[in-house]
């Protein structure tokens, strides 16, 4: 009898993707290689085939830690006297594009084939109404489409793209805060005008112009998905949206209320409800317990206070 | 929703954005790192924005299938199919989704699930099979519907409302079918019509007897007292229409039992056999659905409508749920939670259904510890009595030396006098944070989101909402209502703290009392009154209806009166001696044991005194058993 995992590469929807994760990870292993060295190129390689062969769901993450690690220390060895010294024109390089490009597939494709024998949505019902027999879904394979791996590349083509424009944007932009607009294009690292302290550092050029970007990005993105999110609203969430605002507004005001009707109205008792269904309530041990503490804490800021004071 | 796929990845990737901003010495890393951003943002993009699309333009169209054909209520014991048709009415579409029927409660179900590529126009079906093992009220309350993108970063669950109940008919009794397939009578009475052993105006033969005075000439048989030579006339049988009314106990204590095996949808399937096999004798048959306060009438009638609908009143009554009474809050915001998560998950959500902070700190004026801080508060104002200063001057000079310098017997003084509003300040603080502190912030939140979801759905104001927190009476009532609509069954606690059964209902006996009485006055001679109920728990005040049935005793009716017995409770009480060193779960269980069998005598020979016979159905007990039961009480020759 074949065993499980095998049987699961036998889907040709998974060996698809498993094809495409090995593929990826052969070009970022000549890329690193290309770059690096042998160890830069076998050891993420290497963690990725293992994700892709045996399912371990960490090993995507633990790629890219490899991966990055070699990318600032090439040799694998720790060298941070190492700078950054081509910064300007350094977009649209082959090797870049072809790295950046493969590890987009790899994890495409990784994440995918997890979605295909793994786990595809998180496993969200209550406890209480969760059955033995329940277990994570799992997409199956005749849900694939037509095109979608071709759909999968034309979204990463894109992303690249974009990171291209990005980087371009990041890298030739210099800050000048005494200037409207304060970016201008500089194609010249000008260390004169730094040393000046009329621009920033390249770093924290970067660091503002990457968090402005992303800001800008997620801002505008959020902003648009929450007008349409409260055009569509349904009635019951709108009603809700309205009845949550006032009870937040008027919450005080309420409590107050109810405690006169507590004080007015006898108090509530279970005539026939068993001790045994009651949930232990908060007692007067735990207010006492909670007292001696608290005066155990103000003798010993005292005595504190006191020895500070005491000080010769 | 992220997942927490795509939040590690979010933090990779911007973990090589730091990396590639400050310390890589080629631009790779920061190329990775956004580009990874990028590839996210796209998802989620495409994700949210076909969601968005498609959510809220789904249509859930549900029938049911009984032998191929749509019905509108299904028998019990037949299995039937559950078709569900989802149809998209977006203009996106959603590549992923996994739908999710509902079934009703304890019903288990491997197959109602699917995933599908929903596009706009094209309606998918959900199908499986279901099978009701007796009588009751099937509740669908909607499909769940999970979408994700292919990767699995992004994830959103919502739940299409559609609630529809079904009726779970008796079944069509084998009893009763295999009754009217036997053919007793070459020629059968006519509708409603029984021959019975007495003298009377009907059109059959009886006896032949000798003519007495004032014996209508056209009785004289006269071949007959041709041959004895003597005037012999006819007797002719009786015709007597019986009519036979069920009475079906629906309160509170009949409910309480296993989903499909409770005494009450045990008594509504062999009730249902009765009705149907006395009506395949053409009687006509009536019904009498009692509780603890009222009782429901279907006046005897012999058509098949009446039938149906009599099946359908037994049906309801058998889906009836056991009213838990006064329960715990917790208990039941405990229950109430994950069903309103999982019905109404748009509702509890965070982003609507908030949960400020303030909302569980705990007010020191709301308890007795405000005296003691307002004590402490106001303690530094004895600072205004020369004695309060005398004190402090005397703690200063006893605790410090006489070569402090004066700033810093100042600080000291200020300190003696701080130190009761620092303890009240720390009383105030640790008072207030236990809220913070589980489980009493888990059932805070639990009370107030499950307070403004039941103010949304009757429409209340916010008060409502505070109320919820704030009353536990009628917070629990509220939630008691939200899990019988949506049919979750909370656990019973049968006794209270003083062994007393907490169904027993009193009540229910005047009910059924006066409802035989007026049974018995609209009646005609000759009727049957069957009454199903559980009266072990109150063999003791049975004094209404033993007068009710000496009634209709009195009216020459019958009353036959049959009690549903646990299945695993044994007839006569055992005659094997106790086994030393008994274990308390089963002393419990011989003591209760004892109770109903003793309930069950005492019924019995409280009715007896009455005229009234008292029965017993096991679990498994055939229809045809109290069929025959029924014939024998009749004392009639239906079948010769």
């Known amino acids: 009898m074949t065993p499980p995992r095998l049987n699961e590469f036998r889907d040709p929807a998974a060996r698809n993707y498993l094809v495409l994760g090995l593929a990826a990870v052969l070009v970022i292993s000549a890329v690193l290689f290309v770059q690096g060295g042998l160890i830069a190129a076998i050891i993420p390689a290497a963690v990725a085939a293992l994700g892709l062969l045996l399912r371990w769901t960490a090993m995507p993450i633990v790629f890219l830690v490899t991966l990055s690690y070699f990318l600032v220390f090439p040799y694998g060895i720790p060298d941070l006297s190492r700078r950054f010294d081509d910064i300007y024109g350094s977009h649209l390089r082959v090797l870049d594009i072809a790295l950046v490009g493969s590890v987009l597939a790899y994890l495409a494709a990784q994440y995918r084939l997890y979605s295909l024998v793994h786990q595809s949505m998180p496993f969200d019902m209550p406890s209480r109404l969760r059955k033995k027999s329940d277990r994570s879904p799992v997409r199956p394979g005749e849900n694939i489409a037509d095109g979608e791996v071709g759909r999968m590349f034309a979204t990463i083509g894109l992303c690249v793209f974009l990171g291209q424009i990005a980087w371009f944007f990041v890298s030739e932009t210099t800050i000048n805060f005494l200037n409207f607009p304060p970016f201008e294009i500089s194609h010249v690292y000008d260390p004169i005008r730094l040393w000046r302290g009329v621009g920033l550092s390249p770093e924290y050029t970067r660091f503002l112009l990457t968090a402005g970007l992303c800001a800008v990005v997620a801002f505008a993105f959020g902003l648009a998905l929450r007008y349409w999110r409260l055009v569509r609203l349904s009635r019951d969430e709108a009603r809700m949206i309205l009845l949550d605002t006032e009870w937040s507004d008027a919450r005080r005001e309420l409590n107050r209320q109810e405690k006169w009707r507590a004080w007015a109205l006898p108090k509530f008792k279970l005539p026939n409800a068993p001790k045994s269904i009651r949930t232990a309530k908060v007692g007067c041990g735990k207010g006492c317990l909670i007292l001696l503490v608290g005066i155990a804490a103000c003798v010993l800021f005292w005595c504190v206070l006191y020895r500070f004071i005491g000080l010769k | ?640």
């Open chain 2, 1 to 640: 929703m992220l997942t927490a796929r795509s939040t590690i990845l979010i933090l990779a990737a911007v973990f090589l954005l730091i990396v590639g901003v400050f310390y890589a010495v080629s631009a790779s890393v920061y190329l990775l790192g956004i580009s990874l951003l990028a590839l996210l943002f796209i998802e989620y993009a495409i994700f949210a924005v076909r969601y968005r699309r498609t959510a809220d333009r789904i249509e859930v169209n549900r029938v049911l299938l009984q032998s191929g054909r749509v019905v509108p209520a299904v028998w019990a014991g037949t299995k039937f199919t559950v078709r569900v048709t989802i149809t998209s009415h977006g203009s996106a579409r959603l590549p992923y989704v996994l739908l999710e029927d509902r079934p009703p409660e304890a019903y288990t179900t491997s197959d109602n699930a699917r995933t599908l590529d929903l596009r706009p126009g094209v309606p998918e079906v959900v199908e499986y099979e279901l099978q009701s093992q007796g009588p009751g009220i099937l509740r669908f309350e909607g499909v769940q519907v999970r979408v994700s993108d292919l990767m699995g970063f992004f994830y959103h669950r919502f739940f299409l409302r559609e609630p529809v109940e079904y009726l779970v008919l008796p079944p069509l009794t084998d009893g009763e079918g295999k009754h009217r397939g036997i053919k007793r009578f070459n020629s059968l009475p006519p509708p409603g019509v029984h021959r019975l052993r007495r003298a009377g105006s009907g059109s059959e033969l009886l006896d032949l007897r000798d003519y007495r005075a004032g014996d209508p000439p056209k009785m004289i048989a006269w071949k007959a007292s041709a041959r004895r030579d003597k005037l012999i006339v006819k007797e002719l049988e009786n015709d007597v229409p019986v009519r036979c009314v069920l009475f079906l106990d629906a309160s509170n204590g009949a409910r309480i039992g296993p989903p499909e095996n409770s005494p009450l949808v045990r008594m509504a399937d062999v009730a249902a056999g009765v009705a149907q096999a006395a009506a395949a004798d053409r009687d006509i048959v009536g019904l009498t659905v009692f509780d603890d306060e009222a009782a429901e009438v279907t006046q005897p009638a012999r058509t098949r409508i009446h039938m149906i609908r009599m099946l359908r009143k037994l049906a309801e009554a058998a889906g009836r749920l056991p009213d838990p009474g006064p329960t715990d809050p917790d208990l039941l915001a405990r229950y109430a939670h994950p069903v309103a998560q999982h019905l109404y998950p748009e509702l509890i959500a965070r982003s609507v259904n908030s949960r400020p902070l303030g909302l569980f700190w705990i007010p020191i004026a709301d308890s007795r510890w405000f005296l003691l801080v307002l004590a402490l508060l106001f303690a530094p104002a004895l600072l205004f009595r020369s004695e309060g200063i005398e004190i402090v001057a005397q703690a200063v000079t006893t605790l410090g030396e006489p070569s402090w310098s004066p700033f810093r017997k100042l600080l000291l003084a200020i300190g003696i006098v701080a130190f009761p509003l620092i303890l009240a300040g720390l009383i105030w603080f640790l008072h207030g944070v236990r809220g913070f502190l589980a489980p009493r912030s888990v059932r805070t939140s639990k009370r107030k989101q499950l307070g403004a979801l039941f103010a949304t759905m009757d429409s209340d104001t916010p008060a409502a909402v505070e109320r919820y927190l704030a009353d536990d009476s009628f917070f629990g009532a509220r939630a008691t209502r939200f899990l019988t609509e949506h049919r979750v069954r909370l656990p019973l606690i049968l006794h209270d703290a003083n062994g007393q059964y907490r169904f027993r209902s009193e009540a229910k006996v005047a009910v059924l009392a006066n409802a035989l009485t007026r049974a018995v006055g609209r009646a005609r001679d000759n009727e049957l009154y069957v009454i199903f109920a559980d009266l072990t728990e109150v063999a003791d005040s049975l004094e209404p209806l033993i007068k009710a049935a000496k009634v209709a005793r009195a009216r020459h009716n019958r009353v036959l009166v049959i009690i549903p017995w646990p299945a695993d409770v044994p007839v006569e009480p055992s005659l094997e001696p106790e086994k030393p060193g008994v274990k308390l779960g089963s002393l419990v269980r011989s003591v209760l044991v004892a109770r109903q069998q003793r309930g069950f005598k005492a019924v019995r020979s409280a009715l007896a005194k009455s005229g009234a016979s008292v029965v017993r159905f096991e679990d498994g007990d055939p229809v045809q058993l109290v069929l025959d039961r029924l014939d024998r009480i009749r004392g009639v020759r239906v079948r010769r």
